[in-house]
T-cell receptor, first 112, second 112 residues
Framework: RKEVEQDPGPFNVPEGATVAFNCTYSNSASQSFFWYRQDCRKEPKLLMSVYSSGNEDGRFTAQLNRASQYISLLIRDSKLSDSATYLCVVTRPSGSARQLTFGSGTQLTVLP | NAGVTQTPKFRVLKTGQSMTLLCAQDMNHEYMYWYRQDPGMGLRLIHYSVGEGTTAKGEVPDGYNVSRLKKQNFLLGLESAAPSQTSVYFC???????????FGSGTRLTVV
């Protein structure tokens, strides 16, 4: 079983739609949680951190449920520019260090 | 611009050749990482470093070596390239391993 699992999609939605992505993680020692965005043939870039209380950044809302080991991302009023792959990412201890573990990503295409 | 710089951006190697990928960061980050990204697999950690002179193995270290002689540089070496090492390689850095991961733009390596 992968440590971080996401529905790979693809999700094809019309402009203006609301779309939700889900992610589960298996390591209960995971400490911090993020959504990254990756455009085609580009590097991943941080979209937002995810906190237990839930957090919002404009049209984007992220939720974390530690008990269920579940993370979600909601995008409202989708724009064409939201088309990308969304990566669920967690950090966990590794010896004396911490490291990121990535999900495989969920591909989103917003259609005109 | 401040950030993470990877060189080269593209490279084609013949099976059995060796090469070194360079990652340089100017943010005074302690943590540096090398990932590879393959279709459907997400990003997988190869090696990482928690400070100058330190290195540690990640999830897929076989066939790779690393060195961090200077804090700002993290080198990834392929000793004897194999077609299975065809991938996109990303370097990342972080101040403390929790937040603020910055990625380089990637190196596309093809081994024929």
């Amino acid at each position: 079983r992968k440590e971080v699992e996401q529905d790979p999609g693809p999700f094809n939605v019309p402009e203006g739609a609301t779309v939700a992505f889900n992610c589960t993680y298996s390591n209960s020692a995971s400490q911090s949680f993020f959504w990254y965005r990756q455009d085609c043939r580009k590097e991943p870039k941080l979209l937002m951190s995810v906190y237990s209380s839930g957090n919002e950044d404009g049209r984007f809302t992220a939720q974390l449920n530690r008990a269920s080991q579940y993370i979600s991302l909601l995008i409202r009023d989708s724009k064409l520019s939201d088309s990308a792959t969304y990566l669920c990412v967690v950090t966990r201890p590794s010896g004396s260090a911490r490291q990121l573990t990535f999900g495989s990503g969920t591909q989103l295409t917003v259609l005109p | 611009n401040a950030g993470v710089t990877q060189t080269p951006k593209f490279r084609v190697l013949k099976t059995g050749q060796s090469m070194t990928l360079l990652c340089a960061q100017d943010m005074n980050h302690e943590y540096m990482y090398w990932y590879r990204q393959d279709p459907g697999m997400g990003l997988r950690l190869i090696h990482y470093s928690v400070g100058e002179g330190t290195t540690a193995k990640g999830e897929v270290p076989d066939g790779y070596n690393v060195s961090r002689l200077k804090k700002q540089n993290f080198l990834l070496g392929l000793e004897s390239a194999a077609p299975s090492q065809t991938s996109v390689y990303f370097c990342a850095s972080s101040l403390d391993g929790y937040y603020g991961y910055t990625f380089g733009s990637g190196t596309r390596l093809t081994v024929v």
